[in-house]
């Protein structure tokens, strides 16, 4: 912890150089009929935002205009300290990484989009699998973010953060655009809003698709539509949206380094040129919200289709070596669910208080999510499949006073209660169970002065574990009541509770237009439940504690210019002690990321940097990953008012680093034994990118 804190204090000495992400605030004292909202974007206002946290923001369509973007998910690095990586195709969830977590495919940071869920639980291919490709960047109004655990409306998957998305409702010009790059890269987008009737149907069509640099051609294929009908009638606010996506590739998933040593693969090729998978979502969501005397109502219903068929081979012949370890993960789920809030404003003995109460549901309905062992894609065996049935129900109420000009609380009280309801091809690992928890948040606000404020937050939350780990008594793939290692085989808990605390500060012109946040935060997890995706079984690793420091600046240097710098330390460690060592492998140390937004007559663009530190690969730290520093450009010209030239460079300094490493054993074609060994999916060469845009 002492490590952190001088780090810390390094950090806070180079605040000056740069300015911080928007900030989405809180409720303001002083007020008499409503507690006011203060939403600060960018460096909108010389006024801090007050805000609950001083990791809560907002992420605006104009600061995502100018951002270079190789991936869909890359949108989420635009949340201070957040890194996306990709271990395999790109038709599949990215893997995320943010305050020590390496989050897998989305387990511990939640996704909504127009108040959906995203995050997936007991999935096919991991627990809390979070898919951002059936976004349409270009269509995005705003991104939402806070990090911790003290936010009574947010529940499973949040330990971390979270993140909502929000969709334009109309635009002021259509928009067509058509782009083309290396490594067969294409893409089209067409987007329009009208008047019609009452309301504005907005609707978006987005073509996509590319090879990559990858020896084995990734013929990535994907579709994604959108459209929506909103309308605003005296009080009320309303919204429709359907969308649907549709995605196709084949993968190059992580190779051991051993093979690149010796000669046998570069950088760029397979094991298994068979990898690869297909996908598909469609979903149908409704928002609404009604404006009281003193408050307001609102309420979200959504319904979900989506579809998984993956091939993965990460050990190569460890397993079988006369057909391979390729395996094949695929499920078949329809979502259905609702939310709704009532707020109001009110006076609590003599202070204004505002006062929140909600409910969740949300149904998730598998039929079936099976895993099977393959070869070149044709099914050899049944490892597992389950019919599943998740439900879950959550009553929330939060509660925010103003006692003086100077403090304010927020207290929350969360109770979610899950059913799971597992059918599985081996009965032993049948059965249905209830599991039930209580997330009490509470923080306190102290408004210095106009220019500072201070956060002090503390929290409890959780994650559930994959429904088939909660009802297992047996080995999926043997049959038998203990594992490899002749250790019973026991059921995960279903709800693993996180505790978080947080100290923050926000502060407004350290020098002229800057504003700065810094926090010190600490989150203890009771369990890492990880879901072993190739052997169908769930497995209670150790309780873990993180602590680490964040700092994010924007400073608004001129009309024309804008200077962002994110800066973050973590530390993370096993809380038990056990021998194999306190380290948790793959968990974030240390990022940052520049940025810098130019806007200038008829030209525009953004530089980026960002750093990727390295981590720990096994618990005892002894095998670690290599640190990573990439740069990202994009330039714009504007030919006239409704024709705009783009230049898109990737990697631009063509840095040959790594995207993903893991370490583990595996067995290539004709070794005589497994060696535990780095595997390692490389970061995309350089690429450029010229698109076209047209608005009519």
């Known amino acids: 912890m002492r490590s952190l804190l001088k780090s810390g204090f390094i950090c806070i000495a180079l605040a000056p150089l740069a300015g911080m992400q928007a900030h989405a605030g809180g409720v303001q004292g002083n007020t008499s009929d409503s507690l006011a909202t203060v939403i600060i974007a960018g460096n909108t206002t010389a006024q801090i935002g007050l805000a609950d946290s001083a990791n809560q923001g907002m992420i605006t369509a104009a600061q995502l205009e100018n951002r270079p973007l190789g991936r869909?998910?890359?949108?989420?690095?635009?949340?201070?300290?957040?890194?996306?990586?990709?271990?395999?195709?790109?038709?599949?969830?990215?893997?995320?990484?943010?305050?020590?977590?390496?989050?897998?495919?989305?387990?511990?940071?939640?996704?909504?989009?127009?108040?959906?869920?995203?995050?997936?639980?007991?999935?096919?291919?991991?627990?809390?699998?979070?898919?951002?490709?059936?976004?349409?960047?270009?269509?995005?109004?705003?991104?939402?973010?806070?990090?911790?655990?003290?936010?009574?409306?947010?529940?499973?998957?949040?330990?971390a953060g979270a993140a909502a998305f929000d969709y334009k409702r109309s635009l002021k010009q259509g928009l067509a655009s058509v782009e083309f790059g290396q490594n067969r890269y294409r893409r089209a987008l067409l987007a329009n809003s009208i008047n019609t009737g009452p309301g504005i149907l907005l609707a978006g069509l987005d073509v996509s698709g590319q090879d990559g640099p990858w020896n084995t051609p990734e013929n990535f294929k994907r579709i994604n539509a959108l459209l929506s009908y909103s309308w605003t009638s005296n009080k009320d606010d309303f919204r429709l949206a359907a969308m649907a996506m549709q995605a196709s590739w084949r993968s190059t998933d992580q190779i051991?380094?051993?093979?690149?040593?010796?000669?046998?693969?570069?950088?760029?090729?397979?094991?298994?040129?068979?990898?690869?998978?297909?996908?598909?979502?469609?979903?149908?969501?409704?928002?609404?919200?009604?404006?009281?005397?003193?408050?307001?109502?609102?309420?979200?219903?959504?319904?979900?289709?989506s579809h998984l068929d993956l091939h993965s081979n990460f050990t190569y012949a460890l397993d079988d070596t006369e057909n391979g370890d390729q395996f094949r993960q695929t499920e078949q789920r329809t979502v259905f669910g609702w939310d709704g809030e009532r707020q109001w404003t009110h006076q609590l003995a003599g202070f204004d208080s505002e006062t929140s109460v909600g409910m969740q549901f949300r149904a998730d309905r598998l039929s079936p999510v099976g895993l099977y062992s393959t070869r070149a894609q044709q099914l050899m065996s049944t490892t597992r499949e389950d019919q599943v049935k998740q439900s879950s129900a959550a009553l929330y109420i939060s509660n925010t006073?103003?006692?003086?000009?100077?403090?304010?609380?927020?207290?929350?009280?969360?109770?979610?209660?899950?059913?799971?309801?597992?059918?599985?091809?081996?009965?032993?690992?049948?059965?249905?169970?209830?599991?039930?928890?209580?997330?009490?948040?509470?923080?306190?606000?102290?408004?210095?002065?106009?220019?500072?404020?201070?956060?002090?937050?503390?929290?409890?939350?959780?994650?559930?574990?994959?429904?088939?780990?909660?009802?297992?008594?047996?080995?999926?793939?043997?049959?038998?009541?203990?594992?490899?290692?002749?250790?019973?085989?026991?059921?995960?808990?279903?709800?693993?509770?996180?505790?978080?605390?947080?100290?923050?500060?926000?502060?407004?012109?350290?020098?002229?237009?800057?504003?700065?946040?810094?926090?010190?935060?600490q989150l203890d997890l009771a369990s890492e439940l990880l879901f072993t995706g190739d052997a169908g079984t769930t497995?209670?690793?150790?309780?873990?504690?993180?602590?680490?420091?964040?700092?994010?600046?924007?400073?608004?240097?001129?009309?024309?210019?804008?200077?962002?710098?994110?800066?973050?330390?973590?530390?993370?460690?096993?809380?038990?002690?056990?021998?194999?060592?306190?380290?948790?492998?793959?968990?974030?140390?240390?990022?940052?990321?520049?940025?810098?937004?130019?806007?200038?007559?008829?030209?525009?663009?953004?530089?980026?940097?960002?750093?990727?530190?390295?981590?720990?690969?096994?618990?005892?730290?002894?095998?670690?990953?290599?640190?990573?520093?990439?740069?990202?450009?994009?330039?714009?010209?504007?030919?006239?008012?409704?024709?705009?030239?783009?230049?898109?460079?990737?990697?631009?300094?063509?840095?040959?680093?790594?995207?993903?490493?893991?370490?583990?054993?595996?067995?290539?074609?004709?070794?005589?034994?497994?060696v535990n060994d780095i595997h390692s999916h490389p970061a995309e060469p350089r690429a450029l990118r010229v698109a076209l845009t047209l608005n009519f």
């Open 72 to 159: 869909t998910a890359e949108l989420l690095e635009a949340v201070p300290g957040m890194i996306v990586t990709q271990h395999s195709g790109d038709g599949k969830a990215n893997q995320y990484y943010l305050r020590g977590f390496n989050l897998d495919h989305g387990t511990d940071f939640s996704s909504s989009v127009l108040g959906m869920p995203v995050n997936m639980p007991s999935h096919a291919h991991g627990q809390g699998y979070s898919d951002l490709n059936f976004l349409i960047p270009e269509l995005i109004h705003t991104i939402r973010y806070k990090k911790g655990t003290y936010y009574a409306e947010e529940g499973d998957f949040s330990a």
């Open 256 to 305: 051991p380094q051993r093979a690149l040593n010796a000669g046998l693969l570069d950088r760029f090729g397979s094991i298994d040129p068979t990898d690869g998978g297909k996908t598909a979502r469609y979903s149908l969501s409704m928002n609404w919200k009604r404006q009281l005397d003193g408050g307001n109502i609102k309420a979200n219903a959504y319904l979900i289709r």
């Open 401 to 521: 006073t103003v006692w003086q000009p100077w403090l304010r609380t927020v207290a929350g009280l969360r109770a979610d209660r899950y059913s799971f309801d597992v059918n599985s091809n081996l009965a032993a690992n049948s059965g249905k169970l209830n599991a039930h928890i209580f997330s009490p948040k509470m923080s306190l606000i102290f408004s210095l002065n106009k220019d500072t404020e201070v956060y002090a937050n503390w929290g409890q939350g959780f994650h559930s574990n994959d429904a088939r780990g909660t009802t297992q008594t047996a080995d999926p793939k043997t049959g038998l009541k203990t594992d490899a290692d002749g250790n019973p085989v026991t059921r995960a808990s279903p709800l693993v509770k996180a505790t978080g605390k947080e100290l923050g500060v926000r502060l407004n012109g350290l020098v002229n237009n800057l504003q700065t946040s810094l926090s010190l935060w």
């Open 539 to 674: 497995e209670a690793s150790r309780p873990s504690r993180r602590t680490g420091i964040e700092i994010a600046n924007y400073y608004t240097a001129s009309q024309d210019l804008i200077i962002d710098a994110d800066f973050a330390i973590s530390r993370t460690r096993f809380r038990d002690h056990d021998v194999a060592g306190q380290y948790v492998p793959g968990s974030i140390e240390r990022t940052a990321s520049i940025g810098i937004t130019m806007n200038h007559d008829k030209w525009s663009g953004g530089l980026r940097l960002r750093y990727f530190g390295g981590r720990p690969l096994i618990e005892d730290n002894s095998v670690r990953s290599a640190a990573s520093t990439l740069v990202n450009a994009k330039l714009a010209y504007a030919i006239n008012k409704n024709v705009k030239l783009t230049a898109e460079v990737l990697n631009l300094l063509n840095r040959q680093v790594s995207d993903v490493d893991y370490y583990y054993a595996s067995r290539l074609p004709g070794e005589a034994a497994a």
